[in-house]
């Protein structure tokens, strides 16, 4: 049976499907929009730890969490084990239930700051920052990782074990190296490596956008759950389809209805604008919108209209008739 709990403490534990953390994407509102559809795990974008000891509003924002979100993980990154610790502290006292450490972000910036998947290539400095993050709080501390830096230092496994080690209840796997970013196919067979070498339960993550892909991925990798990215753009109640699929093997989970989608997205669209204000909500939510409507009938038309306009309650207007003629 490919469900479980995945439990971390004695009183944390979660269905083993998790939203994963993206940069822009998973906010306070898409993440409430996600658990109130149905989702074990819901992860915080990846927050810069020295922005949080120096409480930048932005980082303070992302780290916000509302009463439906009972089971939230606050991702860090940093490479200042120090920092990194601190943080962690603040966030607990702030109401986290869980600290995420991320090992894993590709992108320039962050490496270049040898933070994120950089720290695959240093395993000493990760090794204080988990050491650090762990003694520093009483809540539970996880990881997520790429399977290296290049095919020349697959060191997953052993940073897996190391991580274990200092405390670590968790690891997710990213299976792609950092230099192949996001190109190529996940390697989900790798994963196998990093859950044979420790006891704590591994997660999969990477390329997992459709139900056939959770059945290979967790029968290939062995893995305890799966972490679902990409594949929640502009459709948030996916996560809750894997739960229904690995739970009571309904290989064709229902789709919502057009009625039962457009609620959805307006609730979000409403979320949305409330937590950053009319007119940044706005532009914040267009992207999400055009991810919403993607392969329905004349939708490049809604989206070209849609990313023009600026006044909150023409969009909601625009949104409302387009579903209207959507069946």
């Known amino acids: 049976m490919l469900y479980k709990k995945i439990k971390i403490s004695e009183n944390i534990e979660f269905d083993n499907v998790i939203l994963a953390p993206l940069s822009g994407i998973t906010d306070k509102p898409f993440r409430e929009t996600v658990k109130s559809i149905g989702a074990g795990l819901v992860v915080s974008e990846m927050i810069a730890s020295h922005a949080v000891i120096i409480k930048e509003k932005e980082a303070l924002k992302k780290a916000s969490r509302s009463n439906i979100e009972n089971m939230t993980s606050v991702q860090l990154a940093g490479c200042d084990p120090d920092i990194m610790a601190e943080a ?36 000493y400095r990760a090794a204080k920052i988990l050491e650090k993050t762990v003694n520093a709080v009483k809540i539970p501390v996880t990881l997520k990782m790429r399977m290296g830096w290049n095919h020349d230092s697959l060191n997953a496994p052993k940073i897996a074990k190391i991580a274990e080690d200092l405390g670590i209840k968790m690891v997710t796997l ?19 490596k990093v859950k044979n070498s420790i006891k704590i339960p591994v997660i999969v993550n990477g390329d997992i956008i459709s139900i056939d892909d959770v059945k290979n991925a967790m029968s290939i990798s062995s893995a305890d759950g799966v972490m679902i990215g990409r594949g929640i753009y502009g459709r948030p109640w996916f996560i809750k389809q894997v739960l229904d699929y690995i739970k009571h093997n309904n290989q064709n989970p229902q789709e919502p209805s057009s009625k039962e989608k457009l609620s959805i ?50 969009a909601i207007k625009m949104i409302e008739d387009f579903y209207a003629k959507v069946t």
């Not at 490496?111 to 395993?123: F, I, Q, R």
């Not at 990213?174 to 196998?192: I, L, N, P, S, V």
């Not at 409507?293 to 990313?307: G, Q, T, V």
Request: with cysteine.
């Open 174 to 192: 990213h299976c792609r190296t950092r230099c192949q970013m996001y190109k190529g196919k996940a390697d989900w067979k790798f994963t196998e």
């Open 88 to 123: 962690a502290k603040i966030n607990e006292d702030k109401g986290a239930k869980i600290i995420d450490i991320n090992f894993g972000c590709p992108v320039k910036k962050v490496v270049n700051g040898y933070a994120g998947s950089a720290l695959m290539k240093d395993e």
């Open 265 to 314: 997205i307006m609730k979000h669209c409403s979320k949305t604008i409330e937590f950053y204000g009319e007119r940044k909500g706005l532009q914040i939510f267009k992207k999400h919108a055009s991810w919403y409507c993607k392969s329905l009938p004349n939708s490049s038309y809604f989206r070209a209209a849609i990313m023009k306009e600026d006044d909150s309650k023409t």
